[in-house]
C-alpha cells in the first residue's frame, strides 16, 4: 500500500510517519484486504491538531475519517478509531461487493465549478442575477449501483454523492437528509 502522509504548515517526524503507517496498516489488513493507497494530512485548527485519512480500496470505494485532539498523536488516534469502526462496520459489505464486482469502479469525468454569490447589476436593464464562474475544475463520476452509493456516502462523511447508475447508466445523487435517512434521486429519462 502506498502511503502520502503530509502536514498542512505543520512538520511531520519520520517517527510519526512510521506510526501511521503500521497502525494504519494493521487495520487495513484485518478489514479490506486490498487498499491501494492512503492519504493522511495532518493540520492545525487554533489550539487543536487535526488528522484526515482517506483510503482508497481497491474496489474503488474511498473510506474517510477525521479526527481532532490537541497533541498530534491522539489526533491520530481519534482518527484511526474513525476508520477502524468504519472499516469494521462495512467489513462483510466491502468484501461482498468485491466478490460481485469482476472490475474496479469505472469513473467517468464532468465539469465542476464554483460561481460567485450573487452580485446585484446597477444597471437595471440587464439580467438582474448574474454569477461569474471563480473555478471549472473536473469531477470524477464512479459508475456503482445504488447500494454502493450509498456505502460510499457513509463510508465518506459527505453530505451529497453523484454517481451513474449501473442499471440504466443515467446520472443518480443519493444524500444525506435532515432527519438522518438517506435519499436517493433518480431522474427519469425519456427515450
Not at 65 to 87: T, W
Request: proline share 3%; hydrophobic share 35%.
Amino acid at each position: 500500500m502506498r502511503y502520502q502522509i503530509t502536514g498542512k504548515h505543520i512538520d511531520i517526524g519520520e517517527a510519526l510517519q512510521t506510526h501511521v503507517k503500521s497502525e494504519l496498516g494493521e487495520i487495513v489488513e484485518k478489514y479490506a484486504q486490498r487498499p491501494t493507497d492512503a492519504t493522511i494530512v495532518f493540520s492545525k485548527s487554533g489550539h487543536e491538531h487535526v488528522c484526515e485519512a482517506v483510503i482508497h480500496l481497491s474496489t474503488g470505494l474511498n473510506a474517510h475519517a477525521k479526527g481532532h485532539a490537541s497533541e498530534i498523536y491522539a489526533a491520530f488516534e481519534s482518527c484511526r478509531e474513525k476508520m477502524d469502526k468504519q472499516l469494521r462496520r462495512y467489513k462483510r459489505r466491502l468484501r461482498n461487493h468485491h466478490a460481485h464486482r469482476t472490475e474496479p469502479v469505472e469513473y467517468g469525468f464532468g465539469a465542476s465549478y464554483i460561481l460567485s454569490p450573487t452580485q446585484e447589476p446597477e444597471d437595471t436593464d440587464t439580467d438582474p442575477v448574474s454569477h461569474v464562474i471563480i473555478a471549472e475544475m473536473e469531477a470524477k463520476i464512479a459508475s456503482l449501483t445504488v447500494g454502493e452509493a450509498v456505502m460510499q456516502l457513509e463510508l465518506s462523511g459527505q453530505k451529497f454523492l453523484v454517481f451513474r447508475n449501473l442499471g440504466h447508466g443515467g446520472i443518480n445523487v443519493v444524500y444525506v437528509r435532515e432527519d438522518g435517512n438517506i435519499g436517493w434521486i433518480d431522474p427519469k429519462t425519456d427515450k
